[in-house]
């Protein structure tokens, strides 16, 4: 089995910052693509951004040039930087991993149990 454990999550003003980290652990052979993604109250889940693991990138268009993916592939670990925080970021965020068990498993997707982020005044 493999566990995603967020953390970093809280209440921050408009226009701070927070630092998410999420780490991988268990039955872990490799990984593939990490990201994050958001859940708003009453809105679907949607992507937030990714990270290979050769370190490329994505992101989604609201988030660009505020936020930022990093990765430590010796700790298993993905980073969500989070600037110039606005109202309308407010969400849990869930962290996601592409992972293989073992040198025959197919990648499967693993999901965190998300972290709350509140930008209230």
């Known amino acids: 089995q493999v566990q995603l454990v967020e953390s970093g999550g809280g209440l921050v003003q408009p226009g701070g910052s927070l630092r998410l980290s999420c780490a991988a652990s268990?039955?872990?052979?490799?990984?593939?693509?990490m990201g994050w993604y958001r859940q708003a109250p009453g809105k679907q889940r949607e992507l937030v951004a990714t990270i290979t693991s050769g370190g490329s990138t994505n992101y989604a268009a609201s988030v660009k040039g505020r936020f930022t993916i990093s990765r430590d592939n010796a700790k298993n670990t993905v980073y969500l930087q989070m600037n110039s925080l606005e109202p309308e970021d407010t969400a849990v965020y869930y962290c996601n991993a592409i992972v293989r068990t073992n040198l025959l498993a197919n990648f499967m997707d693993y999901w965190g149990k998300g972290t709350l982020v509140t930008v209230s005044s």
């Open positions: 268990g039955s872990i052979f490799s990984i593939n693509a």
